[in-house]
Nanobody
Framework: QVQLMESGGGLVQPGGSLRLSCAASISAFSTYHMNWVRQAPGKQRELVAS???????NYADSVKGRFTISRDNAKNTVYLQMNSLKPEDTAVYYC?????????WGQGTQVTVSS
């Protein structure tokens, strides 16, 4: 059984920062490729950032230079540090992992960027 629990969302002004966390209940966490995905109202889900087991990282062009993904394998946790937030970053942010042909998602955490 895989469980993902996101936290750290909230309301922030433009230009502000938030740090999201995703605690994963999954054995051998360090071997998995972890993703942060967001979905804004009326829009499709967007892959924001990913980190492989070897810490190879990729970002969506829309967040490059502003967001940083990292992982702590000792804590089975992946993070998303979000700086210089913009109103267009408003979305529900999800943690995602694929295992044995199945894709697992957390419940999501709301991020709202507004003045």
């Amino acid at each position: 059984q895989v469980q993902l629990m996101e936290s750290g969302g909230g309301l922030v002004q433009p230009g502000g920062s938030l740090r999201l966390s995703c605690a994963a209940s999954i054995s051998a966490f360090s071997t998995y490729h972890m993703n942060w995905v967001r979905q804004a109202p009326g829009k499709q889900r967007e892959l924001v950032a990913s980190i492989t087991r070897d810490s190879i990282i990729n970002y969506a062009d829309s967040v490059k230079g502003r967001f940083t993904i990292s992982r702590d394998n000792a804590k089975n946790t992946v993070y998303l540090q979000m700086n210089s937030l913009k109103p267009e970053d408003t979305a529900v942010y999800y943690c995602n992992v694929a295992r044995a042909g199945m894709s697992y998602w957390g419940q999501g955490t709301q991020v709202t960027v507004s003045s």
